[in-house]
């Protein structure tokens, strides 16, 4: 079998058994279940404007187009992991097709470079996962592409790029202006100097009608939704976009835990997302280090592409090097650069691309088998099975995301003055022994890792 028909074949194999996995196993705490929760009370209240974080509690952490997206999937098939997850694969492959198109125009080869996007590990697990960073991914893409097919021939295609803006304020909010900002402009003084550089962006880039246009799609929304709850725009602009960023284990977090990670990791994360083509960039980079008479992969041909393909790869660690509240998935819009980039330098193609970009699926294989009891651990899916529709649903201490929406919503904190007299007690197992007074009439039902489930009957 010839080297393309090989790529070509792994390819959709590897593309169908994401779609297939993406139905095997729970929503996890905490992100996938929160937002999958949202999405379910959205399609169940029938609000589609304002995102809840319970019934009748708004969500100001994200604009909607994730949960509208998910809530949508629900609508037409139905309340599971595969309809909740599904469009975010469907996101997925759609960033994936705006790569294979801006490749084929830079004359490279755009089956191997949608091959190692697909197969970087962050790319391909996001890619069917319940959260923002694939829609970002893909607003980001549209981003960039289209600023540089618009700077390098018509302007027309920097509409493109605007309307990914546009996306990205309605999935993640400012924050897609600030990433692509940090990849365009030190370019731009790179390649032209400050004075030149922005004289020339004024002149190429249709700026004021292209951010008119990203306005449109974004601005309707953020209007209704500050007249619907007020006080979204203050705790999402300042709160969301500044606070959650500088303040270690910021407080103001109004729907989860700050993180409050050491500063510069950002770059650690990107070598585990981006995997195994992190490593491959650093070989390459070391090796031509190292032997000063081969040509650097830093240059292929046109100086300008690649630097801006590489500006375009660092630029969310820079914006996060020194945040401490960050997770893995931020580097997530930068992977396409990566992608293009070893691309140009990974001559000749051959059966080594297939085997390393193989490890990341042969990874979800592994965990798919090995990870079950992790799962159960993860989700309170399994701890809410099998249980008796008829009896009332109590959490002692918290209510896990997970078995809010395993619960249909149902599931209460408890109450000893309200509570019926038979009823299911989820309790953290880390509170069991200070709480055995409150299960003198229960008896143990099931119990992972961390939570232990009684029925009780006063």
């Known amino acids: 079998m010839k080297i393309k028909q090989l790529t070509l074949l792994a390819f959709v194999v590897f593309i169908i058994f994401r779609l297939v996995s993406i139905g095997l196993y729970p929503l996890m705490d905490t992100t996938e279940a929160r937002y999958g929760e949202i999405a379910r009370i959205m399609v169940d209240s029938n609000n589609w404007l304002t995102p809840q974080f319970d019934y009748n509690l708004p969500f100001w952490g994200k604009p909607p187009m994730h949960t509208w997206a998910s809530a949508l999937s629900i609508g037409l098939l139905d309340d599971s992991e595969f309809a909740i997850r599904l469009p975010h694969l469907i996101t ?21 470079t949608t091959f190692i996007l697909l197969t970087s590990l962050g790319f391909y697990v996001a890619s069917g996962m319940v959260m923002t960073d694939s829609l970002l991914t893909l607003s980001m893409t549209l981003a960039m592409v289209g600023f540089y097919l618009g700077w390098a021939g018509n302007k027309n295609w920097s509409y493109l790029g605007f309307v990914g803006i546009g996306i990205g304020l309605l999935t993640k ?55 619907a709850t007020p006080g979204f725009i203050d705790y999402f602009i300042i709160g969301e976009h500044w606070s959650r960023f500088v303040e270690s284990g910021w407080e103001g977090d109004l729907y989860g835990t700050a993180h409050d990670e050491p500063r510069g990791i950002i770059w650690l994360y990107w070598l585990a997302v981006a995997f195994p083509w992190s490593f491959v960039l650093l070989y390459k980079l070391f090796k031509a280090k190292l032997n000063s008479t081969t040509t650097s992969p830093l240059y292929t041909g046109d100086k300008q592409l690649v630097s801006f393909l590489g500006f375009w790869l660092v630029s969310p660690m820079i914006l996060f090097t020194f945040a401490g509240n960050i997770l893995p998935i931020y580097v997530l819009p930068g992977l396409p650069a990566l992608a293009i980039i070893l691309s140009m330098w990974l001559k000749p193609f051959n059966k080594s691309i297939v085997l390393l970009g193989s490890i990341t699926p042969a990874l979800l294989v592994i965990a798919l088998l090995f990870a079950q009891e992790d799962f159960k651990n993860r989700s309170d899916k399994w701890l809410l099975s099998e249980l008796d529709d008829s009896t009332p649903i109590y959490y002692l201490d918290k209510r896990s995301f997970s078995g809010r929406y395993y619960s249909q919503g149902n599931a209460m904190l408890f109450n000893a003055n309200t509570a019926e007299k038979k009823y299911y007690l989820v309790i953290n197992l880390n509170h069991y022994q200070s709480a055995k007074r409150l299960a003198e009439y229960c008896e143990s039902i099931k119990n992972n890792n961390r939570k232990i489930v009684l029925l009780c009957n006063r």
């Open 92 to 112: 997925g492959l759609m960033t994936l097709l705006v790569i294979f198109l801006f490749a084929k125009k830079l004359g490279i080869s755009a089956l191997v």
């Open 173 to 227: 909010g400012p924050i897609i202006i600030v990433l692509v900002g940090l990849s365009i402009l030190p370019w731009l003084v790179l390649n032209f100097g400050l004075i030149q550089g922005f004289k020339a962006l004024l002149n190429k880039v249709p700026i004021f009608s292209g951010l008119s246009i990203s306005l449109l799609i974004a601005a309707p929304w953020y209007f209704m939704a500050e007249q």
